[in-house]
């Protein structure tokens, strides 16, 4: 009987030491930290890891995360500066760095972010008309982003961004705003396709006009070429001619040299065109050679021709009228 009842305290007792190590040990994850009250009271943060405490006397009353978490805050009417009601949905991302601001300074962080999100989200629109809402999105977040951080800062927790997810306005609304996008877009058509139209007339009226040019250049620079040939063949005429007349000259003066070298004289040049002039009178000779001495000669005999033949035609008349 004693031994059973010592093998009975023996398992209590491993029991309790069992349940004193399960109670002492505590393993905390990575990026999470751990609250510990010794007699309610703060203790400690345990960190990752293995850690120990005190059983039934430390007590781990809240384990924090300390990775960003995101908070979708619940779709908001607003009334906007010109009195439209539109609903806005928003979501924060938030990240602990105080674990024991944020577990002694507020009973709960995500439910007091999200009413200190909508009660800015109808402060900062009230004060926006709806186009400027619509188009003011990160105006709107950056107003909420500023009204949050000097919230939390008591709190431990840090405010890494808050977005507007979307933002709904009326149906009417929304009907509206597509008609006049749809106007817009018409509008932005008929422009552009006035422009192009615009820029093709003036790009055609400018290829017309270098066609132009183009046609009158190639014209100028064809009679430029077509006179520059003439006067060139005009040159090269004239340089022929004078060249024939230089030949004629040098021949003519070399004759002359000849003759000038047989011995004739002037005399004897003389008596050869009385004898050609008499050869041409017969109608034998075909060639004739006339010095300049007898120039005069011939002047001479052709005033006698001139008076000759008046003298003849008084004769002959007379000659009828006796008759």
Do not use: C
């Not at 000038?260 to 004897?268: M, Q």
């Not at 003389?270 to 050609?276: G, K, L, R, V």
């Not at 001495?293 to 008076?307: F, H, N, P, Q, S």
């Amino acid at each position: 009987m004693g031994a059973v009842v010592s093998v009975i305290v023996l398992l209590v007792v491993i029991a309790l030491v069992v349940l004193i190590l399960v109670r002492g040990i505590r393993i905390i994850p990575q990026q999470r930290v751990a609250i510990v009250e010794r007699l309610g009271k703060y203790h400690a943060t345990l960190h990752p890891g293995v850690n120990l405490i005190i059983p039934f006397i430390d007590r781990v009353v809240r384990v924090l995360d300390l990775r960003t978490q995101q908070v979708v805050i619940p779709p908001q009417m607003v009334i906007t500066k010109d009195n439209v009601q539109i609903e806005i949905d928003a979501v924060f991302f938030y990240t602990i760095v105080e674990p024991k601001m944020a577990t002694y300074n507020i009973a709960n962080v995500v439910q007091g972010i999200q009413n200190i999100t909508a009660a800015n989200i109808r402060q900062v629109v009230g004060h926006m008309e709806l186009d400027e809402t619509l188009s003011g999105r990160d105006k709107i977040s950056l107003a909420l982003r500023t009204a949050l951080d000097e919230a939390t800062e008591r709190w431990g927790v840090r405010i890494d961004r808050v977005e507007i997810v979307d933002i709904k306005p009326p149906r009417e609304i929304q009907d509206a705003m597509e008609k006049q996008m749809k106007a817009e877009r018409e509008k932005r058509a008929n422009i552009l396709q006035a422009e192009g139209e615009r820029q093709a007339a003036i790009l055609q009226a400018e290829g017309e006009k270098a066609s132009l040019i183009l046609r009158a250049e190639g014209e100028r620079e064809s009679k430029i070429r077509q006179a520059e040939g003439l006067r060139q063949a005009q040159q090269l005429e004239a340089e022929g001619r004078a060249q024939a007349i230089r030949l004629i000259a040098e021949a003519e003066r070399q004759r002359i040299e000849m003759l000038r070298a047989a011995g004739l004289d002037a005399n004897v040049l003389t008596y050869q065109s009385f004898q050609a002039l008499k050869d041409l009178a017969d109608g034998q000779a075909t060639t004739v050679f006339v010095p300049s001495e007898a120039v005069a000669v011939l002047g001479a005999l052709g005033g006698l021709r001139t008076v000759w033949q008046p003298a003849s035609s008084d004769k002959g008349a007379d000659t009828a009228a006796d008759a």
